[in-house]
């Protein structure tokens, strides 16, 4: 089965600096990679997705992940942070054998300071 | 609009019950999920179903059970076998048919146990 790794479960920038949150995954294959957000009690909501067409993928709110193969990594990341960012985010990878089955890593929590 | 209606937002089982949470979905999706969502753990898959009257087993089916009896319907039942039902519960639809697309949300349905 597939795996994805999110290090570290929370994060914590000023407004305006820059975002990073990483996520690696576990395949021999260049797998679909997917970044979500979640608010607090809501469901998650699709950032970004990844599917072999460009390395750098741009996404909503001004997000963007770069997909590197040699490094088996997809982080995401956004030049300033605005407050509103505060959330948690999902890194998630599709099974490769079976394109309608997910995973997800364990999350990362946003902070974001005035 | 279309969407995942999830309910109730709240829900709470005594000892030896089952209870069911509510699924529906208008986005004529032929995949559903459900995932479990615990604090530090991400989210994990209990059931999917990628056509009607079909349902596959997640990585945590046990103590759950799931019907797809209608396209825009996926509930699911958390029985007594379940010993550890206090979660966060997420459907998910997507529109399958082996392509890959991401996933839609509902907003959750938090079950507590009395």
């Known amino acids: 089965a597939q795996s994805v790794t999110q290090l570290g479960s929370h994060v914590s920038v000023s407004e305006g600096a820059l975002v990073l949150l990483r996520c690696n995954y576990s395949?021999?294959?260049?797998?679909?990679l997917f970044w979500y957000v979640q608010y607090p009690n809501q469901g998650l909501q699709l950032l970004l997705k990844?599917?072999?067409?460009?390395?750098l993928v741009k996404g909503i709110n001004g997000f963007e992940a770069e997909f590197k193969k040699s490094e088996t990594s997809f982080h995401l990341t956004k030049p300033s942070a605005h407050m509103s960012d505060a959330a948690e985010y999902f890194c998630?990878?599709?099974?490769?054998?079976?394109?309608?089955?997910?995973?997800f890593g364990s999350g990362t929590k946003l902070n974001v300071k005035p | 609009d279309g969407g995942i209606t999830q309910s109730p937002k709240y829900l709470f089982r005594k000892e030896g019950q089952n209870v069911t949470l509510s699924c529906e979905q208008n986005?004529?999706?032929?995949?559903m999920y459900w995932y479990r969502q615990d604090p530090g753990q991400g989210l994990r898959l209990i059931y999917y179903?990628?056509?009607?009257?079909?349902?596959q087993k997640g990585d945590i089916a046990e103590g759950y059970s799931v019907s797809r009896e209608k396209k825009e319907s996926f509930p699911l039942t958390v029985t007594s076998a379940q010993k550890n039902p206090t979660a966060f519960y997420l459907c998910?639809?997507?529109?399958?048919?082996?392509?890959?697309?991401?996933?839609?949300f509902g907003s959750g349905t938090q079950l507590s146990v009395l």
């Open positions: 998630a990878v599709s099974d490769l054998y079976n394109f309608n089955k997910f995973y």
């Open positions: 986005l004529n999706h032929d995949a």
């Open positions: 998910a639809s997507s529109i399958g048919q082996g392509r890959n697309e991401k996933l839609f």
């Open positions: 179903s990628q056509i009607v009257n079909d349902f």
């Open positions: 990844y599917t072999s067409a460009a390395t």
């Open positions: 395949s021999s294959v260049p797998p679909y």
